[in-house]
């Protein structure tokens, strides 16, 4: 374990944030921050969260606080987080009732953390955080694209549905695209042509002949070709993005005078089916856990062996090598 | 790259003559390298000087003396590159007139070896060959290749032959592994600015029409025929998604364009498809000026 940047020494250090700050009841580890703030946190609780500070915890070498009234001092485990990324992350393991920020670099980089951490639990809050909060409609190509990075299938298999409702050409660049292949990101787009044409398709069907002469048939006819042409016209397939005011307006203008509640029922089975459709292309993501195992070996080997001196950018390498996520792209 | 040479020994049935003209037959030839294969390519040194480097600071090193392996008193190298990219490297330095390679992949093996022996010129001729012949067979591809490559003219082209290709029949290959999505995600950027930009042209070519400021549409039936090609186009444009006059104009458009016109002279009915092309055309260029 490397020493205390030289800051410690010149004394910059300043106090984390409540609850984690020197005031913190019982605290009897100090986590120090890449951005030199002391976090004061309860050892049983991180050991709890990750199997990785259990470990290295369980026989501490390093540094430590100086000796007060125990006759040891607390353990002082620098770490490569920033002050905001294990503000966040501490939340997560705590159970206090703050809630962490869900702010799309935030999940990202607590995301990262847990991972390195192994904190399994964690993981899957922030996953749920990043399910429930808007940037998912957002930035549905961004979140894909963090998604894959950590191997988060659920929300990635999200994020590329939710891609599916946005016109292509508004699918904005960001940063984190640079980290996925070319390759990735055509598996998205080929995906993508393939669920358009499973929509249309689906949808060419409920024009076919009806028996009936009832509105009903009538209007569901009328509607499934409406959305057909709306989704040539904009290239999205997914209900969301087809049944939108303008779709609606001109049914309804279309056939007035009949029962608009029937109406919103069949527009609520087209809606299904249209979904329906495009997620039966090519069948059921399975994943690839063998992958994320080694992923995970690497991190944690990493992160002992070379006490915690693993970049960013080697991060990146290592998961992009692994690619967890990428599984469940490459079994569509 | 080391001056030892493999590790079965020089003479063991494992080794062989490179193709002519570079075998043992090879006059002046003064310095052996071994392929990766175990093939034995006699060449000059003074060439592999001249243009590397890396090549040249090898051999100024020896100072005379050379330890290692030696061939009909030549040294031997052993070098990394295949005996195919090794010709083919050998064919661009020499002076011969012989064909280049007509295929991407031993393009790009040579480009590697020129780049790792830092031999600038011959990268050059490479470029050169790529680009004159018409090997772009998979634009995306070549378009990775040039953005792994470094090859800026080449990424050009290639991105603007992309523009032929419908979205959905790019094809997946191993070379957009090493591109990032990014980068992917730009070109698609591009392709929709191309799109919007082509568009907006020939939409501002039916009105410039309609208005009566180009004078060999005067006649009302001419008026016509343009604003009917320019709706075949558009709607070519919405439903391949290419902006690119050559696929825009295709043999199938012009034909349905000439047979609703049978009366109209047929040369101003050319005139207008040119005048199209040329509109398309440099709707992209200055797209293209931009990117």
């Keep these: 374990m490397s020493d205390l940047p030289s800051s410690v020494v010149t004394g910059n250090i300043t106090d984390a944030p409540e609850p984690f700050d020197s005031s913190a009841k019982r605290a009897d580890v100090i986590l120090y921050s890449q951005d030199s703030k002391k976090f004061y946190v309860l050892k049983s609780l991180l050991c709890l969260a990750s199997p990785v500070f259990e470990t290295m915890l369980s026989s501490w070498k390093g540094q430590r606080s100086d000796k007060d009234k125990s006759d040891v001092g607390m353990p002082i485990i620098p770490v490569e987080e920033d002050s905001t990324t294990l503000y966040n992350l501490l939340l997560l393991i705590y159970p206090y009732n703050h809630k962490p920020s869900s702010a799309i670099e935030i999940c990202f980089g607590t995301g990262k953390a847990a991972r390195k951490y192994d904190m399994d639990y964690v993981d899957k809050k922030i996953r749920e955080l990043v399910m429930v909060s808007d940037i998912l409609g957002k930035e549905p190509l961004r979140v894909f694209a963090i998604a894959m990075l950590l191997g988060w299938e659920d929300v990635m298999k999200a994020a590329a549905y939710t891609t599916l409702g946005v016109p292509l050409r508004s699918l904005g660049w960001c940063q984190e695209l640079e980290l996925l292949t070319a390759g990735d990101h055509h598996k998205l787009l080929q995906w993508r042509f393939e669920c358009h044409d499973a929509v249309i398709s689906w949808l060419s069907r409920q024009e076919g002949p009806s028996l009936t002469s009832r509105p009903a048939d009538a209007f569901k006819k009328l509607a499934a070709a409406t959305l057909r042409e709306e989704l040539k016209a904009r290239g999205c397939p997914r209900s969301s993005a087809l049944i939108n005011d303008t779709t609606k307006a001109t049914l309804l203008q279309k056939t007035p005078g009949s029962s608009v509640s029937t109406f919103y029922d069949i527009l609520k089975k087209l809606a299904e089916g249209i979904d329906q459709a495009s997620s039966e292309v090519r069948g059921h993501p399975r994943s690839r856990h063998v992958l994320t195992w080694i992923y995970r070996y690497l991190l944690i080997l990493n992160a002992i062996g070379a006490g915690w001196s693993l970049g960013v950018s080697q991060l990146f390498n290592e998961m992009h090598l692994c690619a967890p996520g990428a599984s469940w792209l490459y079994n569509l | ?291």
């Design chain 2, 1 to 291: 790259m080391s001056v030892d040479p493999p590790s079965p020994s020089p003479g063991t049935s494992g080794i062989t003559d490179a193709p002519k003209p570079f075998d043992s037959s090879a006059t002046k030839s003064d310095v052996v390298l071994c392929s990766q294969d175990f093939k034995h390519f006699h060449v000059l040194k003074d060439f592999l000087s001249y243009v590397s480097p890396v090549f040249d600071t090898m051999f100024s090193s020896w100072e005379g003396e050379t330890a290692g392996w030696v061939v009909d008193g030549k040294p031997i190298i052993q070098v990394e590159e295949h005996s195919t990219t090794l010709y083919n490297l050998l064919l661009f330095i020499y002076p011969f007139e012989r064909e280049p390679p007509c295929n991407i992949d031993t393009c790009v093996e040579v480009a590697k070896a020129a780049n790792k022996y830092d031999m600038v010129e011959i990268d050059k001729k490479i470029r050169e060959v790529v680009r004159k012949s018409h090997i772009i067979g998979d634009p995306l591809r070549v378009f990775a290749i040039a953005v792994f490559l470094g090859w800026e003219d080449i990424m050009k082209v290639a991105a603007y032959s992309t523009l032929g290709v419908p979205l959905r029949d790019f094809g997946w290959c191993q070379e957009l592994e090493s591109l990032s999505a990014g980068k992917y995600h730009k070109l698609l950027r591009w392709r929709f600015t191309c799109h919007d930009a082509v568009d907006r042209a020939l939409t501002k070519y039916n009105d410039t029409n309609f208005l009566g400021f180009q004078p060999f549409h005067k006649e009302s039936k001419l008026s016509g025929a343009a604003s009917f090609a320019v709706s075949l186009l558009r709607s070519n444009l919405a439903t391949t998604g290419c902006p690119q006059s050559n696929v825009l104009l295709d043999e199938t458009t012009k034909n349905t364009f000439l047979r609703k016109y049978p009366v109209v002279q047929r040369s101003s009915l050319y005139t207008i498809l040119e005048s199209l092309e040329a509109t398309i055309d440099e709707a992209l260029s200055k797209v293209c000026k931009r990117c």
